[in-house]
């Protein structure tokens, strides 16, 4: 197995964070007994499948189901429910339901 620093499939990034935040970054990965570069890996995926999640929203399209099934599972959330948050909010903007909640039927 090649490691991820051999692997040309990777490559490095660095920056600078708060330290509390490393401290939080730190605890979870050890928490959850993964490498701090698996760690930045799944917290990258997650951020950036949220926001691709919510610009589809905010222009009114439908995310796909598995975006849906994606970020269920990054936010800890069971899918049914988010999947009734997307329709509540596309159905809103698409105006079928109105300020009160019905239907604008």
């Known amino acids: 197995m090649v490691s991820k620093k051999d692997d040309p499939e990777y490559g490095q990034i660095s920056g600078f964070l708060p330290k509390e935040l490393i ?15 698996d760690g930045m890996e ?5 951020w950036l499948n949220a ?5 589809k929203l905010v222009a009114r399209e439908r995310p796909d189901d598995s975006q849906v099934v994606e970020l269920a599972h990054d ?7 988010l999947l009734k948050i997307v329709n509540i909010v596309i159905g809103y903007k698409n105006g079928d339901i109105t300020d009160d909640g019905n239907n604008g039927t």
């Open 23 to 37: 401290e939080q970054f730190k605890q979870r990965c050890n928490d959850e007994r993964i490498t701090f570069s």
């Open 51 to 55: 926001d691709n999640f919510l610009r």
């Open 75 to 81: 936010l800890g959330l069971e899918t049914a429910d």
């Open 42 to 46: 799944s917290a990258f995926e997650a």
